[in-house]
């Protein structure tokens, strides 16, 4: 079985500042690992995606994200936020079977 | 190209009513799935198809709800006597095959409201 967890429900960083989103994965098998997008009142837009490759993962809007055997995590990370990035964020895993099983979610603020 | 797209976008109903729930997948994506996403449990698997046929039904939250999917495009989902816990936003994604490192590309849902 898979699963992930999200640390912090919310994240406030200013314009300009360093983007953090936490995700912790537990999975018996090796992980696939997903970040999505949720803009209000919209559907989920792939942000990046980890699939065994490399373990440097960059993805649309200037964020990235490294999958770290060792310690299980997923953080999701961009240099310089900008308003445009305030939504809510999701981690999510498959496994051997094609269902996605997501995180609770981080909502992100970002404030001038 | 045009994405997933569903309907409709918003459906508000009489608790005891029948719904159905309406996803046009990517042209030519084979795996199409079903979410639902509310405040009490977030974002959660409920079925999904390969082709017309549905291995995987283990989401499904009680015999209630079914779903079908034709011509391997089409996708109806239907809650029978709907209830108010079954107020949530209904996603739909489709990726081009079924494969655990397949991206799921997702609709914008279906905002149920039962009262």
């Known amino acids: 079985a898979q699963s992930v967890t999200q640390l912090g429900s919310h994240v406030s960083v200013s314009e300009g500042a360093l983007v953090l989103l936490r995700c912790n994965y537990s999975?018996?098998?090796?992980?696939?690992l997903f970040w999505y997008v949720q803009y209000p009142n919209q559907g989920l837009q792939l942000l990046l995606k980890y699939t065994s490759a490399a373990t440097l993962v960059k993805g649309i809007n200037g964020f990235e994200a490294e999958f770290k055997k060792s310690e299980t995590s997923f953080h999701l990370t961009k240099p310089s936020a900008h308003m445009s990035d305030a939504a809510e964020y999701f981690c999510a895993v498959t496994g051997t079977a094609s269902k996605l099983t997501f995180g609770t979610g981080t909502r992100l603020q970002v404030t001038l | 190209g045009a994405g997933v797209s569903q309907s409709p976008s918003n459906k508000v109903t009489e608790k005891g009513k029948d719904v159905e729930l309406r996803c046009d997948p990517i042209?030519?994506?084979?795996?199409l799935y079903w979410y639902r996403q509310s405040l009490g449990q977030g974002l959660e698997f409920l079925i999904y198809?390969?082709?017309?046929?549905?291995?995987?039904k283990s989401g499904l939250p009680s015999d209630r709800f079914s779903a079908e999917r034709t011509g391997g495009s089409v996708s109806t989902l239907t809650i029978q006597r709907t209830q108010q816990e079954d107020s949530a936003v209904y996603l739909c994604?489709?990726?081009?095959?079924?494969?655990?490192?397949?991206?799921?590309?997702f609709g914008p849902g279906t905002r149920l409201l039962v009262l």
């Open positions: 042209s030519g994506h084979t795996a």
């Open positions: 994604a489709s990726s081009l095959v079924r494969t655990p490192r397949e991206t799921q590309y």
């Open positions: 198809f390969q082709g017309n046929s549905a291995p995987d």
């Open positions: 999975s018996s098998v090796p992980p696939y």
